[in-house]
């Protein structure tokens, strides 16, 4: 009962990909031609966000559920693993006409092809959770 806030958390963020679109293939697509801001610009300010809320956890003023400073480590920086890595999730996404992160407000939307991407990401958490210890990250 006690993580119910994080239930109604993910709600919310879904209803927010839903009304922003975020979902929309047709918005992905004008993404990858360049043809609109509008996902650039979503994406952006998530990113903006996601400095800003970093530093905080870095700096010891926001904690997390527990009340414990997040600590965060260096890690190994680079830029072939980032363009490796990079290259099989835009692929990913292309191929799938859509970002992994909201498969949940695409399935709730009743786009029954997401459940193949769907699979796909469990077989992969599981391929990597049992790769991961093999893994040099």
Not at 47 to 56: A, D, K, P, R, Y
């Amino acid at each position: 009962m006690k993580n119910i806030r994080f239930l109604i958390l993910g709600v919310l963020f879904g209803i927010i990909q839903s009304k922003s679109e975020v979902v929309s293939w047709y918005r992905i697509y004008e993404m990858f031609k360049f043809q609109s801001f509008h996902m650039y610009g979503i994406i952006g300010g998530a990113v903006i966000i996601s400095m800003l809320f970093m530093q905080l956890f870095k700096k010891g003023i926001i904690k997390n559920y527990l009340g414990e400073n997040i600590i965060t480590k260096e890690k190994k920086k680079g830029f072939v693993r980032t363009l490796v890595g990079g290259t099989i999730f835009g692929l990913g996404w292309a191929l799938a006409g859509a970002c992994p992160g909201p498969m949940f407000v695409l399935i709730g939307h009743g786009t029954t092809t997401i459940l193949i991407v769907f699979l796909g990401a469990i077989i992969g958490a599981f391929v990597y959770g049992l790769l991961s210890k093999k893994m040099p990250n």
